[in-house]
Antibody
Framework: QLQLQESGPGLVKPSETLSLSCTVS??????????WAWIRQPPGKGLEWIGS???????YYNPSLKSRVTISVDTSKNQFSLKLSSVTAADTAVYYC?????????????WGRGTTVTVSS | DIQMTQSPSSLSASVGDRVTITCRAS??????LNWYQQKPGKAPKLLIY???SLQSGVPSRFSGSGSATDFTLSISSLQPEDFAAYYC?????????FGQGTKVEIK
């Protein structure tokens, strides 16, 4: 079945750029039916949607992060990626990638296990 | 942004109890409302989409209802594996937003 796996550095210095990848296995990222999303969860807090991307490159970002976020897709690797620039301690969180299902009602039905990113010098 | 407010923030219940969690949107979102369950150290799991549609594989003791601004998630008979945090999420408009979560604990 479809699986998603996040990867990337677990420690990032303040003011630097956080870079994560999500590898999709058991299915194609190029399906016309899905978008692909990043969500994060600071320690002990709730969930925040970061943004979503379609395999063709169309993106939607959370306005609260838009100036610092870039989400991209590499169909040859069946991966999509997140870059978050100028990070601070407030960006410390578990970062999840997920599949956005639905043609009319939208929901995230498959999630990666998450990867913890700590921002610290 | 649409604000999602859940109540209560936490509750204590016993196995076999009926549990109801409420989610209120700051504006009408029709039925673009999803519910997720999250256990400690795990990723969220989709339970309900489109306010009342049960995701495949989710036990039938879970149900969702509501429309416009007021929604509920009900667990008809709480099981030991249901002790977790529950989040509502609107997909009516970007940015997608989540409720702050409701933690269901063992009484």
């Amino acid at each position: 079945q479809l699986q998603l796996q996040e990867s990337g550095p677990g420690l990032v210095k303040p003011s630097e750029t956080l870079s994560l990848s999500c590898t999709v296995s058991g299915g194609s990222i190029s399906s016309s039916h899905y978008y692909w999303a990043w969500i994060r969860q600071p320690p002990g807090k709730g969930l925040e949607w970061i943004g979503s991307i379609y395999y063709g490159g169309n993106t939607y970002y959370n306005p609260s992060l838009k100036s610092r976020v870039t989400i991209s897709v590499d169909t040859s690797k069946n991966q999509f990626s997140l870059k978050l620039s100028s990070v601070t301690a407030a960006d410390t969180a578990v970062y999840y990638c997920a599949r956005r299902e639905g043609d009319y009602y939208y929901y995230m039905d498959v999630w990666g296990r998450g990867t913890t990113v700590t921002v610290s010098s | 942004d649409i604000q999602m407010t859940q109540s209560p923030s936490s509750l204590s219940a016993s196995v076999g109890d009926r549990v109801t969690i409420t989610c209120r949107a700051s504006q009408s979102i029709s039925d673009y409302l999803n519910w997720y369950q999250q256990k400690p150290g795990k990723a969220p799991k989709l339970l309900i989409y489109a306010a009342s549609s049960l995701q495949s594989g989710v036990p039938s003791r879970f149900s969702g209802s509501g429309s416009a601004t007021d929604f509920t998630l009900s667990i008809s008979s709480l099981q030991p594996e249901d002790f977790a945090a529950y989040y509502c999420q609107q997909s009516y408009t970007s940015p997608w937003t989540f409720g702050q979560g409701t933690k269901v604990e063992i009484k």
